[in-house]
């Protein structure tokens, strides 16, 4: 996972993207494009865009990007976990969500399944768990500060021995106080650990839930004077959570970004992946204003001097991630785009999804062709011609040899089609919006890749089935 401190990650919530394969067609995928583990595509409008406009999307990069369920997104949970217990720190999440919802899942599975897994290969014994709840509310300051007896009293506090008793008290209780709360929630979390010589340690972990994120003003200009190295202006949420973003003595901090993907999403996600962008651009900025005592000259960020021997200069250029400063919207495209670009893109992406379909099209007829012939192969190999000739095959035979030239023809049709598309990639490298389509053109040969493996996978099971049969 890394061993930056700070890590943002977006993790897109979908009842549906478990129960089918084809989630890629859902409405959220004309507006986001997952292209790997750490990067996706936003889709961009111009102020006179219409429905059949030029699509133009702008790349963002995160320390994590997925669905909440992939292996990848659930190991960032685990690892901040992990390494609070392995270094003896305190740590942090914050989940920004754009509407006022809850993840009991998210919960169950950092403070119950990861906690027990990573403690059985620790040398560490759990012997006790207290959990305080508060409603962080925006002009509530007797909620969390008052030091009185009867605000203690009232507020939810909870002393748990094992991790099964986390899990009632997440399902239950918790249950209960959120249903009631009116504010963000803040979750402190203290485990009592012992070692092997019954050394007893107490570690902190403080959940936030913060709602409502696109319109709030507080967030966006905590991570604006994050990166500008200024103070905000004070509210009860960012005096809480600013301590994580201390300089001197940061802790470690996993920002998960949750955004659901259903039909009302389509009105929020631009808003708040930018939010997102600009957590992790502020959070790079302000990691790169600590550890470099210099203001580091734009040149040497985007560009490399033939003559320069500096290696360091060097890996600035090769990893720019690492200075917050990959999310600038495709450096080498153009800073203002005309309607004649506009026009010019629309055209490009056009090109590309007219000869991206052609290919898929022709892929799907010759892996048919290639079952086909396979499963002729396998009834002459195991003698069972009679299955082509029973009163259910009818004239299989026949049909079979009749289309061997036309199985040469889609084979033919394919091998064009592909080297079509891949001279069409070339000619996306050479032409001046070369950044925004490659990008484009990589996700549209990782959907090609995905669908011949599924057409592949498709094609062994056919087999299989048919073998059993003869």
Not at 54 to 60: G, T, V, W
Not at 140 to 168: C, G, I, P, W, Y
Not at 241 to 254: A, G, Q, V
Not at 416 to 431: D, S, T, W
Request: glycine share 2%; aromatic share 8%.
């Amino acid at each position: 996972m890394g061993d930056k401190v700070h890590r943002v990650i977006v993790s897109l919530t979908d009842t549906m993207h478990k129960l089918s394969s084809s989630n890629k067609n859902t409405p959220i995928d004309s507006d986001v494009k997952l292209m790997d583990k750490t990067t996706l595509l936003l889709r961009t409008r111009n102020g006179t865009e219409t429905s059949k406009s030029a699509r133009y999307y702008h790349q963002l990069q995160f320390d994590a990007v997925g669905y909440e369920d992939d292996r990848h997104m659930r190991l960032e949970l685990s690892d901040m976990l992990e390494q609070m217990i392995r270094q003896q720190r305190p740590g942090c999440m914050l989940r920004l969500t754009p509407r006022r919802s809850h993840n009991i899942k998210l919960l169950t599975h950092l403070l119950v399944s990861d906690l027990d897994k990573i403690l059985a290969k620790l040398p560490y014994q759990l012997l006790g768990i207290n959990v305080e709840y508060y409603d962080v509310r925006k002009f509530d300051m007797v909620n969390m500060l008052l030091n009185s007896h009867r605000s203690r009293a009232q507020s939810s506090k909870r002393t748990m021995q094992t991790t099964r008793e986390m899990f009632q008290w997440l399902h239950n209780e918790y249950a209960v106080l959120r249903s009631r709360a009116t504010g963000d929630d803040h979750i402190n979390v203290e485990f009592v650990l012992a070692d092997g010589v019954n050394k007893s340690h107490q570690l902190f972990l403080s959940i936030y839930n913060i709602f409502d994120c696109t319109d709030r003003t507080d967030i966006n200009d905590f991570f604006k004077a994050l990166s500008e190295g200024r103070r905000s202006k004070s509210t009860l949420l960012t005096d809480c959570i600013k301590e994580s973003f201390d300089p001197k003595r940061p802790t470690r901090t996993l920002i998960t970004c949750e955004m659901p993907l259903d039909k009302e999403s389509t009105c929020e996600i631009h808003k708040f992946l930018h939010l997102a962008n600009l957590v992790y651009s502020s959070i790079g900025a302000s990691h790169e204003n600590t550890d470099t005592p210099k203001a580091v000259d734009s040149k040497i960020i985007t560009k490399v001097s033939s003559t320069s021997s500096s290696s360091h200069s060097m890996e600035s250029c090769k990893q720019p991630s690492q200075l917050g400063l990959i999310n600038i919207p495709f450096r080498a495209r153009p800073l203002n785009l005309s309607h004649e670009d506009y026009s010019k893109l629309a055209s490009w992406y056009h090109r590309i999804d007219t000869k991206f379909s052609e290919v898929k099209l022709s892929m799907e007829r010759h892996y048919n062709v290639q079952y086909r012939q396979k499963f002729l192969k396998m009834c002459k190999q195991l003698n069972s011609y009679r299955i082509l000739n029973d009163k259910s095959g009818g004239d299989a035979h026949g049909v079979l040899m009749k289309n061997s030239s036309r199985d040469l023809v889609a084979a033919a049709n394919y091998a064009e089609a592909l080297k079509q598309f891949r001279q069409l990639e070339r000619e996306v490298k050479r032409c001046q919006f070369s950044p925004t389509l490659t990008t484009y053109m990589s996700t549209k040969n990782y959907e090609l890749l995905n669908a011949e493996e599924a057409l592949q996978q498709q094609e062994i099971t056919n087999l299989r089935e048919h073998r059993s049969r003869i």
